[in-house]
C-alpha cells in the first residue's frame, strides 16, 4: 500500500499562472524587452531576428516560426529559452529563468496572441 500523496509536486501551469492572467503587454513582452532586445533589437539584430517584431516570431517566407500558437511543446522558442536546444550561437546566453519559460510556455498554449504594437519597422 502507497502512502504517498497522490498529486504532483507542482500544479500544473495554467493552475499556477492562470492562463487568462498572462497578458502579452505585461507578462510576456516584458520578457523579451529585458533579455533580449539588446542584441535582438532595433539597434543590433544578430541572427537576423528581432523580438519587437511580430513576423519573426510568427515565421515568414524567409523564416520558419518559432511560435506554433496553442503548442508550446514543438515551438523552437521554448527549446531556445529553456536551454534544450544547444546546436546555436550563445546557446547558454539564452536560457531564461524556469517561470519566464513557464510563462511564455502559457503564452502560446493559450494562442500566442501578439497584442501590443511593437513593431518600430526601423
Known amino acids: 500500500q502507497h ?4 498529486a504532483p509536486l507542482e ?4 493552475g499556477r499562472l492562470g492562463q487568462a492572467l498572462v497578458v502579452f503587454g505585461k507578462d510576456v513582452y516584458p520578457i523579451f524587452e529585458n533579455n533580449c ?27 520558419p516560426p518559432l511560435v506554433m500558437p496553442g503548442q508550446s511543446s514543438i515551438s523552437p ?13 550563445m546557446a547558454d546566453r539564452h536560457k531564461l529563468s524556469g517561470q519566464d519559460v513557464e510563462l511564455l510556455k502559457v503564452w502560446i498554449d ?13
Open 3 to 6: 502512502n504517498e500523496p497522490i
Open 11 to 14: 500544479e500544473p501551469v495554467q
Open 37 to 63: 532586445l539588446p542584441c535582438h533589437g532595433p539597434q543590433k539584430q544578430l541572427a537576423n531576428f528581432r523580438v519587437d517584431r511580430s513576423e519573426d516570431f510568427f515565421g515568414s517566407k524567409d523564416r
Open 77 to 89: 522558442l521554448i527549446a531556445i529559452v529553456s536551454g534544450t536546444k544547444k546546436d546555436m550561437p
Open 110 to 122: 493559450s494562442g500566442a496572441e501578439w497584442t501590443v504594437k511593437t513593431d518600430t519597422k526601423k
